[in-house]
């Protein structure tokens, strides 16, 4: 009966921003229909892996492209897939050239200075083609290559793909912060109005707390990325098809090697070191946030948008809605998992990483050292994945609460979601009638500009 009524709450968030998003969309189709792409998080994946299992980054077993392709009209819409353990610089630079078509150039300056790690500059093989009849290498089409500032888009993103469709507007607009890196197209700045919009989904724009949790618990960061992919349950440790794309620091993946296999056979390479900040380990921690916030700014040129979620609660004696078996004794300083929360976010989303009772989870870790960022109680919820507070906007530039009308260079915030995890947002494991109504609001909204 519970269960029933959890999801009963999110039918009804979902079907009055439905009702929102008809009453937008009534005006918005005439606006514009510029090309959607949808940018993943973290660990995520394309729609050509996880093959045969049927299941989506974008919907589970839901399919959101496909609804946001068909609804209130037809739309274009892509799906991209960046490295999932990359950082937001590298993920931008995959991400430009699979939209626009060529091959992916890290930047001389940049790989200079993560050199020791092992980094190249221009690995082989990661190109798209732009042109389908010229193409003797047979690599993946590009997703627009008309792109530019007569033919701009929309970005759609979840959790780290916020930061790293971000990261893109500010290489494409203003070029590199650390001088010549060699002629690349997107360093070359001056793209201004080739992105129309930049959505947001549970985004850790100012760093999540869980990075720095899960850091403390389990520092070998490469172990801890292939267990949550198992955990996951992403194809498990015999699927070959999830891809870590880390041709850019030597560590190619097989073609029938193994998640498992791959993590075994590259643990021990200088990229999966903590020192190495060129990493998605570093960028989405509040410290490593608070770096890339230094340099990538809101555009003046751009439609900001963030969506923000929670699905912790605050403690109780008794009688919430918290999950009892992770945290049967709970104090009201603190927040806990839910119970509807996917399984495999409860252990680190409350006051304790669970089993453990010696180290903090999301709802009750805080850091107090002045040489770092401070974290406070604000911090505390989460969605099991990303704190509350670090959703709406990066600290310190502009941000607003969306009224119906959209400000331009500015972050318009369009409130959060009560009761949604982080994978509820993208619809893992629920109904689609919990997770579209999402995607129509955002693209009711977009398509009006």
């Known amino acids: 009966m519970k269960f029933t009524l959890q999801i009963s709450r999110k039918f009804w968030?979902?079907?009055?921003?439905?009702?929102?998003a008809l009453m937008a969309n009534s005006e918005a189709l005439a606006a514009n229909n510029l090309p959607v792409v949808l940018v993943h998080g973290f660990l995520g994946f394309g729609p050509n892996e996880l093959q045969g299992t049927g299941f989506k980054y974008w919907g589970g077993f839901n399919d959101v492209e496909a609804h946001m392709r068909t609804t209130n009209g037809s739309h274009q819409v892509y799906t991209a897939a960046v490295g999932p353990v990359s950082s937001n610089w590298d993920r931008a630079v995959e991400l430009f050239y699979q939209i626009k078509g060529g091959c992916a150039d890290y930047g001389a300056a940049r790989t200079a200075?993560?050199?020791?790690?092992?980094k190249i500059q221009k690995p082989a093989g990661k190109c798209w083609a732009a042109d389908p009849n010229n193409n003797p290498n047979h690599y993946p089409l590009a997703l627009?290559?008309?792109w530019d500032a007569a033919h701009p888009i929309h970005l759609v993103s979840h959790s780290q793909g916020g930061q790293t469709i971000r990261t893109m507007i500010q290489l494409m607009e203003n070029g590199s912060p650390y001088g010549n890196e060699g002629g690349g197209a997107l360093y070359t700045g001056g793209k201004t109005g080739w992105v129309k919009s930049a959505t947001t989904i549970s985004t850790p724009h100012n760093g999540t707390t869980l990075r720095d949790v899960i850091v403390d618990f389990v520092p070998k960061v490469s172990e801890l990325a292939g267990d949550l992919i198992q955990v996951a349950g992403l194809g498990g440790s015999g699927n070959p098809v999830y891809n870590f794309k880390l041709e850019q620091y030597?560590?190619?993946?097989?073609?029938?090697?193994?998640?498992?296999d791959f993590i075994n056979r590259t643990k021990g390479a200088a990229f999966w070191?903590?020192?190495?900040?060129?990493?998605?380990?570093?960028?989405?921690g509040p410290d490593g946030a608070k770096e890339l916030n230094g340099w990538v700014k809101t555009s003046p040129n751009v439609y900001y948008y963030s969506i923000a979620n929670h699905a912790t609660e605050q403690g109780s004696f008794c009688c919430n809605d918290t999950d009892r078996l992770i945290?049967?004794?709970q104090l009201s300083s603190y927040q806990y998992a839910r119970t509807?929360?996917?399984?495999?976010?409860?252990?680190?989303?409350?006051?304790?990483?669970?089993?453990?009772?010696l180290q903090r989870g999301m709802g009750s870790y805080t850091q107090t050292d002045p040489s770092r960022v401070l974290v406070d109680s604000s911090w505390f919820p989460n969605d099991g994945v990303v704190n509350y507070v670090s959703m709406k906007a990066p600290s310190g530039q502009p941000m607003r609460s969306y009224n119906g009308?959209?400000?331009?260079?500015?972050?318009?915030?369009?409130?959060y979601y009560d009761n949604y995890d982080h994978f509820d947002v993208i619809g893992w494991l629920n109904s689609s009638s919990t997770v579209y109504p999402i995607y129509d609001y955002i693209t009711g909204i977009v398509y009006g500009l």
């Open 13 to 20: 968030a979902g079907a009055a921003l439905a009702v929102t």
């Open 113 to 118: 200075k993560f050199a020791v790690y092992g």
């Open 144 to 146: 627009y290559p008309q």
């Open 250 to 260: 030597g560590l190619a993946q097989g073609p029938a090697e193994s998640i498992g």
């Open 273 to 284: 070191k903590l020192e190495n900040h060129d990493s998605a380990q570093w960028d989405l």
């Open 327 to 329: 945290a049967p004794i």
């Open 340 to 357: 509807d929360m996917i399984f495999f976010l409860k252990n680190t989303a409350g006051e304790w990483v669970v089993p453990s009772i």
């Open 405 to 415: 009308s959209s400000v331009k260079g500015t972050w318009n915030h369009l409130g």
